[in-house]
Nanobody, 128 residues
Framework: QLQASGGGLVQAGGSLRLSCAAS????????MGWFRQAPGKEHEFVAV????????YYADSVKGRCTISRDNAKITVYLQMNSLKPEDTAVYYC???????????????????????WGQGTLVTVSS
C-alpha cells in the first residue's frame, strides 16, 4: 500500500519533489527507500531513510542534489530532487522495508530484494 506521485517533465537544473504515501500499516515499522529505473537499465538505488528518520544514505549519483525525508503524521516519505540532469530521467519507485517482516540489520538498504513493499512508480523526465 504505497502510492508514489510527483513525477513530471522538468528542464535540466529544475526541481521536483516526489511523494510516497503509505497506508494500512504502522509507518514507524518501515525503512523507506527510493529506486529508479531508466529505459533499458536495471533498478538503481537512489536514497534510503531509516525507520526513525534519523539516518539517510544516498547514491553517489544524487548525493548533494537529493534529500529524502518523512512525515510520520502524513505517513509519507518525500524525495526532493534539485539540479536535475537528463540522466535522472527514469521511473522512480518507493519501497518499504517492514521490520515485522525482515528484522532490521542496518539502514543501508540499497538492494531491491531488501524491501517488502513497492509503490507503482512515477515517471520523471528531465529535458536538456
Amino acid at each position: 500500500q504505497l502510492q508514489a506521485s510527483g513525477g513530471g517533465l522538468v528542464q535540466a537544473g529544475g526541481s521536483l519533489r516526489l511523494s510516497c504515501a503509505a497506508s494500512g500499516r504502522t509507518f514507524s515499522n518501515y525503512a523507506m527507500g527510493w529506486f529508479r529505473q531508466a529505459p533499458g537499465k536495471e533498478h538503481e538505488f537512489v536514497a534510503v531513510l531509516s525507520y526513525d528518520g534519523g539516518n539517510t544514505y544516498y547514491a553517489d549519483s544524487v548525493k548533494g542534489r537529493c534529500t529524502i525525508s518523512r512525515d510520520n503524521a502524513k505517513i509519507t516519505v518525500y524525495l526532493q530532487m534539485n539540479s536535475l540532469k537528463p540522466e535522472d530521467t527514469a521511473v522512480y519507485y518507493c519501497g518499504a522495508r517492514d521490520r515485522t517482516v525482515k528484522s532490521p540489520n542496518s539502514y543501508y538498504y540499497t538492494r531491491p530484494a531488501q524491501y517488502d513493499y513497492w509503490g507503482q512508480g512515477t515517471l520523471v523526465t528531465v529535458s536538456s
